[in-house]
């Protein structure tokens, strides 16, 4: 079946400690976003890529990183400089033209040790 | 990205009655999306309008595109259990993050048998 990926499900931090959430598509999709989700807020987008090699920041970058190394894969580091990382992650993807709707991932949850 | 008004915050209804919920924005939108999320999944799509005034169906779910573009409103006849959940709206709008959406917070509804 035709999807997106995220692992892991969930996910421990410790102080000063860098993690990488996955996410893999087979849609064939260009385009691919990482949202942050906190308790009773809408979804916030960190960073997106529309095409291999190349991201922009979202509107809370600060303490993320990500690469775009391959159409499929869109990983989403949490750096130690990120000082409020508890949250659920969300991965989507689209088409690049956007006529088509995005597609979620079923998120990992990320908490501090 | 600017965040949708979205009412209301959450609903508490019988099994069989109707459910209405919409969003709202200060600037137009290319794009209304209506997604379902449950607890610890990433969202699904239910409705997906791409023009201002179009009306679409999935089901017992009714979503609209407001004419003005600032507007979305999604309605579900005859409510069931398994309607429980988050239903988030967003938008695309005109010129904005790789098609990245803008997300309202959440009208959460439970349905009581």
């Known amino acids: 079946d035709g999807g997106i990926t995220q692992s892991p499900k969930y996910l421990f931090r410790k102080e000063g400690q860098n993690v990488t959430l996955s996410c893999e598509q087979n849609l064939n999709h260009d385009a691919m976003y990482w949202y942050r989700q906190d308790p009773g807020q809408g979804l916030r987008l960190i960073y997106y890529?529309?095409?291999?090699?190349?991201?922009q920041k979202g509107d809370i970058a600060e303490g993320y990183s990500v690469s775009r190394e391959k159409k499929e894969s869109f990983p989403l580091t949490v750096t130690s400089a990120q000082k409020n990382p508890t949250a659920f992650y969300l991965c989507a993807s689209s088409s690049r033209t956007g006529t088509q709707p995005q597609h979620f991932g079923d998120g990992t949850r990320l908490s501090i040790l | 990205g600017q965040q949708l008004n979205q009412s209301p915050q959450s609903m508490f209804i019988q099994e069989g009655e109707d459910v209405s919920m919409n969003c709202t924005s200060s600037?137009?939108?290319?794009?209304w999306l209506w997604y379902k999320q449950e607890p610890g999944e990433g969202p699904v799509l239910l409705i997906a309008?791409?023009?201002?005034?179009e009306l679409t169906s999935n089901g017992r779910l009714t979503a609209q595109f407001g004419i003005t573009r600032k507007d979305s409103f999604l309605n579900i006849s005859a409510s069931i259990p398994s309607d429980v959940g988050i239903y988030f709206c967003?938008?695309?709008?005109?010129?904005?993050?790789?098609?990245?959406?803008?997300f309202g917070k959440g009208t959460s509804l439970l349905v009581t048998p």
């Open positions: 309008l791409y023009k201002a005034g």
């Open positions: 600037s137009i939108f290319n794009t």
């Open positions: 967003a938008g695309q709008p005109p010129t904005n993050s790789g098609y990245a959406l803008n």
């Open positions: 890529s529309q095409i291999v090699n190349d991201f």
